[in-house]
């Protein structure tokens, strides 16, 4: 079985200071793996994804995440918060391989970011 | 950016009745998807449609719950007979692979009275 794990569930941080947001994931076979964002009243927006490959994975608004097998952590970073980035961001896994492809997802992560 | 439409954004319901909600998926995405997230916890899977049958659902997918695409556009969940605990926002997905990126639609708030 898979499943996903978001080390915190609220995570503070000054704007212009680095972004780091934990997941770890527990997956039988080769997993794909997602960051999503929720933003309030708002449906989840992909940030990024990894499949194959380069295992740095860059995505939208400057986000990105590495993953790493030997630790089966796929953490999103970024350089600078910026207080448009306060929202929610979950973390999420399908198998590669054998299935239709549905998502498995962490509990969330409650991003705030101080002015 | 083609987008996936849901509707409607928000509807009550008394306890017991029959709610069908509604989502548009993106025209050339072949695997349609349900999820749910109860306020305050986690998004979980509902159920994947693919080649206009279900291939997966998970434990929450009950006899009260049913999808159905009766067209070439629209992708439906029914819940039979609401019960409280059915209170949340469904979101509706899709995609044209495995390994692409899912496109959620915006959700609809379920709150049942």
């Known amino acids: 079985a898979q499943s996903v794990t978001q080390l915190g569930s609220h995570v503070s941080v000054s704007e212009g200071a680095l972004v780091l947001l934990r997941c770890n994931y527990s997956?039988?076979?080769?997993?794909?793996l997602f960051w999503y964002v929720q933003y309030p009243n708002q449906g989840l927006q992909l940030l990024l994804k990894?499949?194959?490959?380069?295992?740095l994975v860059k995505g939208i608004n400057g986000f990105e995440a590495e993953f790493k097998k030997s630790e089966t952590s796929f953490h999103l970073t970024k350089p600078s918060a910026h207080m448009s980035d306060a929202a929610e961001y979950f973390c999420?896994?399908?198998?590669?391989?054998?299935?239709?492809?549905?998502?498995?997802f962490g509990k969330g992560t409650k991003l705030s970011v101080k002015p | 950016e083609p987008e996936v439409t849901q509707t409607p954004s928000h509807q009550v319901t008394q306890m017991g009745q029959e709610v069908i909600l509604r989502c548009v998926p993106i025209?050339?995405?072949?695997?349609f998807y349900w999820y749910r997230q109860i306020l305050g916890q986690k998004v979980e899977f509902l159920v994947s449609?693919?080649?206009?049958?279900?291939?997966?659902k998970s434990e929450i997918f009950d006899d009260q719950f049913s999808v159905e695409r009766p067209d070439g556009s629209n992708f439906t969940l029914k819940i039979r007979s609401t019960k409280l605990e059915d209170s949340a926002m469904y979101f509706c997905?899709?995609?044209?692979?495995?390994?692409?990126?899912?496109?959620f639609g915006s959700g609809t708030r379920l709150t049942v009275v």
């Open positions: 997905a899709s995609t044209r692979g495995l390994g692409f990126g899912y496109t």
């Open positions: 997956s039988s076979v080769p997993p794909y």
């Open positions: 990894y499949t194959t490959g380069a295992t």
């Open positions: 999420a896994v399908s198998k590669a391989t054998g299935s239709q492809g549905n998502l498995i």
């Open positions: 025209s050339n995405h072949l695997y």
């Open positions: 449609f693919y080649n206009n049958e279900i291939s997966e």
